[in-house]
C-alpha cells in the first residue's frame, strides 16, 4: 500500500474550522448568486440557462444547494443541540457542499456535451463552479460532529401526519417533474440533485427523524404511498407515454420483489429468475384469446392469473428440490442455467422440435386487450376531465398487483416463517440444529418468488400484447438481481427505488444506449465498494455486511431497544 | 452401578427409563476412527457427563447423537425409537444442543434467537402468515411469550432486545442453552458450557443446569472444567481415543488410575490429527 500524506488532517481541521465556515458559507452564497448570471451560450444546453436575472428551473436548484450550504453551516455555529437529540449540521454542510460540486459538474459537463465543448459554458456557469468548490473547500476544513440522533425525536401525531402528507406529496411532484423533462443532459442533473438532497438529509439525520415517523405512522404512510401513486396518471395531462414507463417499472418492481424473497429475505442467488416471469406471461398468452393461443380454453383472467402463478410456482418446486441442495456460487451456476434451458425449451415447442405451444422464437403476438367486469383496458377512459389512457388503465390494475405482491412480502417476512429466512441466512447449520426446516423454507422462497412473478408475467402478457421467447434473456435476470443488489436487499422500499432508477434511467437517457451496460457495471462496482447493502438496507442486511462496524451495530442496537424490533422490511 | 465399557458389545441394562440409548456407535472419517464403538445411556433426569482428552472424539459422538453426522455403525434411540441421522427431526423428536463454539444467530436479537427455536414447535403457515387470522396472532403472541419466558428462566429477561452479538459472552452461552429449551427438549446435549467463562459465570452455569434438570430434563454435558464437572454429574462417562475407557460416578472416575493416565498420556500428534479431521468433517457435514 502506498500511504499518501493526509491533507486534512484533525489538528489542522481543529485550527482551521473556523475560517473553514466562513469559506463555505461564502462559497454557498456566491453559488446562490450564480443563479440568476447565464450559464450556457445557447437556449438549447439543458433547460435554457442563458438569461441574465431569469434563473431557470435547473439553475435555482442550484441556487437551493448552495443556500443549503451556507444555511446549515450557520446552523451548526448558532444552534445548540437540545437534551440528547442532536442534528447533524456539518455532516450536512459537507454532503451538501459535495452534491453541489457534483451536480455543478455534471450541469458544465451537460453544457459542454451538448453544445460542443466547454467553451459554451458561460462565466455564470464557472461562477457556479467556483462557488460550490470553495463550499466544498471550506466543509473539508471543518471538524465533523457527531452522528444526528434525529431519530430519537417526536413531533406532536399530527404535524407527523402532515410532514408525511408533505414528503409524499414532495415525492409525486419531483417524479412528475423528473418525467416530464425531455432533455437527457437536465434529467441527469435533476437526478444528481435529488441525489444531494436525499444525501444532505440523511446526514443530518432527517432520514432517521423520517424512518421513525413512518414506523409510528406506518398505516398513514401506506395509505398515502398508494393515493399518491394512484394520483399519478392524472398529473400526466392525457399522455400515457410516461405511463408506459411507469407501467415497466411496477411490472419490473414486481417481479424484483419476488425474487427479493429469495435473494434478500432467504439469502438464495438466483440468476435464472426471469423464466418464471416467463412461465406466467406464456401461460397468460397461451390461454388468452389470441388467434395464436394455442390452448382451447379461455378461462376468465382471475383464473387465468391464478393459473400462470401456480405454473411458475410448480416450476419453482421442479427446479428447487434438486437444485437448492447445492448453496452459494453453486446455486447461481445452476439457476442460471435453468433460465437458459427455459428460454430454449419454449423456443423448441414450435411444433418441429416439440410440441407446438409457444410458436417457437415467433412466440404468441396479438394478445387481445384485457376487459374485467366490463372495463376494456384498451380503450381511453375520461375521468374527472383527464383522458386515462391504455397504459394508465393498466397502471391502475398493476398498482393492485404491486400491493398484493408487497403484502405477501413484508407479511412473510414478518412471521414465523420470515424467521426462519433470517435464522437460515445467518447460520444455516445452526438452523437446522434447531428444527428448523431448512430444505422446506428455501423450497418455499423460491415457490412464493416464482408464484409473485407468475402473476405479474400474466399481466405483463396483456399489456405488452405478444409474448416471445427472447423476452426472457438473461440478462434481465441480471437486471432484476441488479435491482435489488442497488436499492437494498429485503426491503420493500429499497426494490422500488433500484427497480424505478433501472428502468427509468435506460428510458430517459436514450443518448447513452450504447454505453448503459458499461455504466450499470460501473454503478454496481462502486455501490460493492461504498455501499454494498444496497440504497435503502433492512438493518439486519446492514448488520450482515458490516460484520466488523461497531459503531453501526451499536446505534442500531440503540435504536432496537427502543422500538423493540429491528427494521425489518424497512417500509 | 458401575459398568466399565471398555469391553465393546457390552452395554447397560435398559431398565426402561433411560430416555437415551447409543449402542456400539461408530465413527470413521477415511483411516481414522474418531469414535469407536461407544454405548451411552442416559436416564430421565439425570445429568450426565462426558469428558476426555483433546481430541477424544467427544463433539464428534455429540454430532453423531444430533443427527449431523450419520454414525459408520451402531444405533441411536432416544425415548424408546431409533432416531433418524437428521439434524432437525432429532430436534424434533425432543433432544436438542448447544455448539462447543456459540452458533448463535449474531444479528438477531436475543427473544428472536429464541424464537426461532420455538419454529419446531409452532405451525404457523405461509396463508395463515399472509391472511393475518386470528391463529396467527395468536401464534405469534405465544411464541414471543414463551421466548421471554425463556430468557428469564436463564436470566437474560432484561436483555431481550440486545442484537445477540452484543452479549457478554456467559451470556451468549446462556442466550444458547435458552434457544434450545425452547425446542421443548426431553434431552438437552451441552457442548463444553463453561469454556471461556470465569470461576463467577461458571458457578451460574452450574446452578442454571441443576434448574434445568428440576424442571425434568436430562442433560449431557461435555467438559474439560473437572472440578465443575464432578460437581455438576449424576455419572461420567471418559472418552480416551474415539474409545469408553470408564463409566461410573464422579468418583468412581475420579480416582480411577487410568483416567488420570489417559489426560496425561495422550499422544500430541494423534490429537491434533483427529481435531483437524473433526473440523473437516464439520465443514463438509
Redesign the interface.
Known amino acids: 500500500m502506498i500511504t499518501v500524506p493526509r491533507l486534512v488532517t484533525p489538528e489542522r481541521q481543529q485550527r482551521s474550522d473556523p475560517a473553514g465556515g466562513w469559506v463555505a458559507i461564502a462559497g454557498g452564497v456566491i453559488l446562490a448568486a450564480s443563479a440568476f448570471l447565464p450559464w450556457a451560450y445557447s437556449f438549447k444546453a439543458l433547460d435554457g440557462m442563458t438569461l441574465l436575472g431569469f434563473p431557470s428551473p435547473l439553475q435555482y436548484l442550484g441556487l437551493v444547494l448552495g443556500l443549503l450550504v451556507a444555511g446549515l453551516v450557520v446552523c451548526s455555529r448558532r444552534i445548540k443541540p437540545k437534551g440528547k437529540i442532536r442534528v447533524g449540521w456539518v455532516r450536512g454542510a459537507k454532503a451538501a457542499a459535495t452534491g453541489a460540486l457534483v451536480y455543478i459538474a455534471i450541469i458544465i459537463l451537460s453544457i459542454a456535451v451538448e453544445l460542443g465543448g466547454l467553451i459554451n459554458v458561460v462565466y455564470g456557469g464557472w461562477v457556479a463552479l467556483l462557488g460550490a468548490a470553495i463550499a466544498f473547500a471550506g466543509t473539508r476544513l471543518m471538524i465533523m460532529d457527531k452522528p444526528a440522533t434525529l431519530a430519537q425525536a417526536q413531533l406532536r401525531p399530527t404535524l407527523e401526519i402532515l410532514l408525511v402528507a408533505v414528503v409524499m406529496g414532495a415525492a409525486l411532484f419531483a417524479t412528475a417533474f423528473a418525467l416530464n423533462i425531455d432533455d437527457g443532459g437536465a434529467f441527469v442533473s435533476f437526478i444528481a440533485f435529488l441525489g444531494a438532497f436525499v444525501a444532505v438529509l440523511f446526514r443530518v439525520g432527517a432520514m432517521g427523524f423520517l424512518s421513525g415517523v413512518s414506523q409510528r405512522h406506518r398505516k398513514v404512510l401506506i395509505l398515502a404511498a398508494f393515493v399518491v401513486a394512484f394520483l399519478f396518471p392524472f398529473t400526466q395531462g392525457g399522455s400515457d407515454a410516461n405511463m408506459s414507463i411507469a407501467t415497466q417499472v411496477i411490472i419490473f418492481a414486481a417481479a424484483a420483489m419476488g425474487l427479493n424473497i429469495t435473494v434478500g429475505l432467504a439469502g438464495l442467488l438466483d440468476l435464472g429468475y426471469i423464466a418464471f416471469l416467463g412461465a406466467g406471461a406464456f401461460t397468460a398468452a397461451v390461454l388468452s384469446r389470441s388467434a395464436f393461443a394455442t390452448a382451447d380454453i379461455h378461462p376468465p383472467f382471475i383464473v387465468v392469473v391464478l393459473i400462470a402463478g401456480a405454473v411458475s410456482a410448480t416450476l419453482g418446486l421442479i427446479i428447487g428440490s434438486p437444485t437448492l441442495r447445492v448453496s452459494g456460487d453453486y446455486l447461481a451456476i445452476v439457476t442460471l442455467a435453468f433460465g437458459e434451458i427455459f428460454r430454449i425449451t419454449m423456443i423448441n415447442l414450435d411444433g418441429e422440435a416439440g410440441p407446438n405451444i409457444t410458436h417457437g422464437s415467433n412466440g404468441i403476438p396479438a394478445i387481445p386487450d384485457l376487459t374485467l367486469f366490463g372495463f376494456d383496458f384498451g380503450r381511453p377512459h375520461i375521468v374527472l376531465g383527464i383522458q386515462l389512457g391504455r397504459f394508465s388503465n393498466y397502471y391502475f390494475l398493476l398498482l393492485v398487483l404491486i400491493a398484493f405482491v408487497i403484502?405477501?412480502f413484508v407479511?412473510?417476512n414478518n412471521?414465523?416463517?420470515?424467521?426462519?429466512w433470517?435464522?437460515i441466512r445467518?447460520?444455516e447449520?445452526?438452523?437446522?440444529?434447531?428444527?428448523?426446516?431448512?430444505f422446506g423454507l428455501k423450497l418455499?422462497a423460491f415457490a412464493?418468488g416464482a408464484f409473485l412473478a407468475g402473476i405479474a408475467g400474466a399481466v405483463k402478457a396483456h399489456q405488452d400484447i405478444s409474448v416471445t421467447p427472447d423476452q426472457f434473456i438473461f440478462l434481465e435476470s441480471a437486471f432484476l438481481l441488479a435491482a435489488i443488489v442497488l436499492g437494498g436487499m429485503g426491503t420493500v422500499l429499497g426494490v422500488l427505488v433500484g427497480a424505478t432508477l433501472l428502468k427509468l434511467l435506460p428510458e430517459k437517457l436514450r443518448f447513452v444506449s450504447d454505453y448503459r451496460l458499461m455504466i450499470f457495471a460501473l454503478l454496481l462496482i462502486l455501490m460493492m465498494r461504498f455501499r454494498p447493502e444496497g440504497l435503502i438496507p433492512s438493518q439486519?442486511r446492514q448488520?450482515?455486511f458490516h460484520e466488523e462496524d461497531e459503531e453501526l451495530?451499536?446505534r442500531?442496537?440503540e435504536e432496537?431497544?427502543q422500538t423493540?424490533a429491528?427494521k425489518g422490511a424497512g417500509l | 452401578m458401575t459398568t466399565t465399557v471398555d469391553v465393546p458389545g457390552v452395554s447397560a441394562p435398559d431398565d426402561g427409563s433411560a430416555i437415551l440409548v447409543a449402542e456400539d456407535v461408530t465413527m470413521r472419517f477415511g483411516g481414522l476412527v474418531a469414535v469407536d464403538s461407544v454405548d451411552l445411556r442416559v436416564n430421565e433426569g439425570e445429568i450426565m457427563g462426558l469428558i476426555g482428552p483433546n481430541g477424544a472424539g467427544k463433539t464428534t459422538f455429540f454430532n453423531c447423537l444430533?443427527g449431523?453426522y450419520l454414525p459408520t455403525s451402531g444405533r441411536v434411540v432416544f425415548n424408546g425409537a431409533v432416531l433418524p441421522p437428521k439434524?432437525?427431526k432429532v430436534?424434533?423428536a425432543g433432544m436438542?444442543?448447544t455448539?462447543q463454539n456459540i452458533?448463535?444467530?449474531?444479528?438477531?436479537?436475543a427473544v428472536?434467537n429464541v424464537?426461532?427455536?420455538?419454529?419446531?414447535?409452532?405451525n404457523?403457515g405461509?396463508l395463515t402468515?399472509?391472511l393475518?387470522g386470528p391463529k396467527?396472532h395468536r401464534?405469534?403472541k405465544a411464541?414471543a411469550a414463551r421466548a421471554h419466558e425463556l430468557l428469564d428462566f436463564v436470566g437474560l429477561g432484561s436483555t431481550a432486545?440486545?442484537?445477540a452479538?452484543?452479549l457478554a459472552y456467559g451470556d451468549q452461552r446462556r442466550l444458547e442453552i435458552a434457544?434450545?429449551l425452547?425446542?421443548n427438549p426431553k434431552l438437552l446435549l451441552l457442548d463444553e458450557p463453561t469454556a471461556g467463562m470465569n470461576p463467577q459465570e461458571t458457578r451460574q452455569a452450574e446452578e442454571l443446569i441443576f434448574k434445568i434438570r428440576d424442571e425434568g430434563l436430562a442433560v449431557v454435558v461435555i467438559e474439560h472444567d473437572m472440578r465443575f464437572i464432578f460437581n455438576l454429574c449424576d455419572r461420567v462417562l471418559c472418552l480416551v481415543q474415539g474409545r469408553a475407557l470408564i463409566e461410573g460416578t464422579p468418583g468412581e472416575v475420579q480416582s480411577d488410575p487410568r483416567v488420570i493416565e489417559a489426560y496425561i498420556g495422550t499422544g500430541p500428534e494423534d490429537a491434533a490429527e483427529l481435531e483437524q479431521f473433526e473440523e473437516e468433517g464439520q465443514d463438509n457435514?
Open positions: 403484502l405477501v407479511r412473510l412471521s414465523r416463517i420470515g424467521r426462519g433470517v435464522a445467518e447460520d447449520k445452526a438452523a437446522e440444529a434447531m428444527g428448523v426446516n431448512v418455499f412464493s439486519r448488520l450482515e451495530a451499536e442500531i442496537d432496537v431497544e423493540g429491528l | 444430533t449431523l439434524p432437525r430436534v424434533i436438542a444442543r455448539f452458533r448463535l444467530f449474531a444479528n438477531m436479537t428472536e424464537m426461532v427455536g420455538r419454529y419446531c414447535r409452532t404457523t405461509p402468515s399472509i393475518r396467527f401464534d405469534e411464541t432486545d440486545s442484537l452479538r452484543h434457544r434450545a425452547a425446542t457435514a
